[in-house]
């Protein structure tokens, strides 16, 4: 894995100006708002469930701890993303059953 971090010797840039975090924070909103709104769309076109999960981290700092803390921490989300999308598709399947029941 290769990991990306600072030259030794060199200058540590400066903090950006408080305004860029906060166009940062806007411009992040904005594109996942649109990609939510993509997927919504299509599930609603093709009547097909599209399932999407982003994890990041938060306080994140290059050191074998957090390494190792992320990777297993991703390790667990993953799977409860997992299950979610498992458990949705069997509530849908039996949704479609009872529809086709007439029972809902």
């Known amino acids: 894995m290769r990991r ?4 030794p010797g060199a ?3 400066s903090s950006p100006p408080a305004s860029w975090s906060t166009a940062a924070s806007t411009a992040t909103s904005f594109v996942a708002d649109t990609v939510i709104k993509a997927l919504m769309d299509v599930q609603l076109r093709t009547e097909v469930p599209i399932f999407s999960a982003v994890l990041t981290p938060q306080q994140f700092h290059e050191s074998a701890a957090h390494f190792e ?3 297993k921490h991703f390790a667990v989300k993953g799977i409860e993303v997992a299950e979610a999308c498992a458990n949705t598709l069997l509530s849908l399947e039996r949704l ?7 029972i809902v």
Not at 96 to 102: I, L, N, T, Y
């Open 4 to 7: 990306y971090s600072q030259r």
């Open 69 to 71: 803390f992320f990777r």
């Open 96 to 102: 479609r059953g009872q529809v086709a029941a007439g």
């Open 11 to 13: 200058t540590p840039p």
